[in-house]
């Protein structure tokens, strides 16, 4: 009797064990707010479906601008009426996706200089940004993507596929 009981007591063990062990591993999720996996889900080339200096359009007609990804780098990009694109700027990228309004500085990779200042919001395969130039020895950060101060830019990029 005693035999049965431990083959059964046994067996049941070695059914849930074999059981678990095929169970599948949790699913890693990428935090938000860390700034290495928001650069990893901009990697790629992006179109800006929109640009504008305080509501007013900046894309002139038949040029298009595309922005290139490359790790914490922005490559801006031009073409006009569907030519080649030529490369217009580079900036290094730092990111505060723990700030509120997640942050942007767009550092001029020559000078080392931070050029521009604002926010963005990275939803799906959606950026918006908003932001302000220092150039001209404007302080401040643009903080509002929806109704951007007079003066701050305003773009809104889609990825390409």
């Known amino acids: 009797m005693r035999s049965a009981v431990s083959r059964s007591s046994l067996l049941l063990i070695g059914l849930v064990g074999a059981t678990l062990g095929f169970a599948p591993a949790p699913v890693f999720r990428e935090r938000p707010d860390d700034p290495d996996a928001v650069f ?14 305080g509501g007013q359009t900046r894309i002139p007609m038949g040029q298009a601008f595309t922005i290139k990804f490359e790790k914490d780098q922005w490559t801006f990009l031009r073409s ?16 505060d996706p723990k700030a509120t309004p997640a942050e942007i500085d767009f550092i001029f990779s020559a000078t080392k200089e931070v050029r521009f200042c604002g926010v963005y919001e990275l939803k799906g395969d959606t950026l918006r940004i908003a932001f302000r130039s220092t150039a001209n020895g404007t302080k401040g950060r643009a903080k509002d993507l929806s109704n951007p101060a007079p003066g701050d830019w305003f773009m809104q990029l889609e990825r390409r596929p």
């Open 80 to 95: 006009e009426n569907g030519g080649p694109l030529i490369k217009s700027d580079r900036h290094t990228l730092k990111l």
């Open 40 to 53: 990893r889900r901009l990697q790629g080339t992006w179109a800006v479906s929109r640009n504008e200096e």
